[in-house]
């Protein structure tokens, strides 16, 4: 069983070496969230072309799991369509590092809380259609990590 320090060699891979880190000028979405329990920090940049997601950076004052996720939900949504990056779940985030320890688990919701609201925040800002789904999520994430 895995300790609270054990994590997998695929998400050390990714705390070491992080992906798509850093910032995107002009970025056609952001999304902020923050941990009220750990008071981590996430921010999510993404460029969006067409449909599809052409460009995506992450920021974050958080801890191993938490750049990890961010880094690998990165890989995973680049190019990827709009509808296609909402149907990203911490699981599928969690799966594709090989696990994560139990009391981390937490950890990977910020980063898929980030996307949700990057994508939130483009659409938005250009006047589309917010899916009910993606309302609902912002809704939560809202009352979760901004208050
Ligand atoms: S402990 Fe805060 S995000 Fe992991």
Redesign the pocket.
């Known amino acids: 069983m895995r300790g609270q320090f054990n994590y997998s060699k695929k998400v050390l891979k990714h705390f070491r070496n992080p992906h798509n880190l850093g910032s995107i000028k002009q970025p056609d979405g952001v999304g902020e969230v923050g ?1 009220m ?4 920090v ?1 921010k999510l940049y993404i460029k969006v072309e067409g449909n599809n997601i052409s460009e995506i950076k992450f920021e ?1 004052y ?5 750049i990890a996720t961010s880094s690998v939900i990165t890989d995973l949504v680049k190019g990827k369509t709009i509808n296609e990056a909402l149907e990203m779940t911490n699981k599928s985030v969690i799966d594709s590092l090989d696990g994560l320890p139990p009391i ?1 688990i ?2 990977s919701l ?1 980063s898929v809380d980030a996307l949700n609201e990057a994508i939130y925040n483009y659409l938005v800002k250009n006047k589309k259609e917010i899916p009910e789904i993606l309302a609902a999520r912002h809704k939560r994430i809202e009352v979760l990590h901004k208050h």
């Open positions: 941990n329990a750990c008071g981590d996430m974050t958080g801890c191993a799991a938490a981390k937490h950890c910020l």
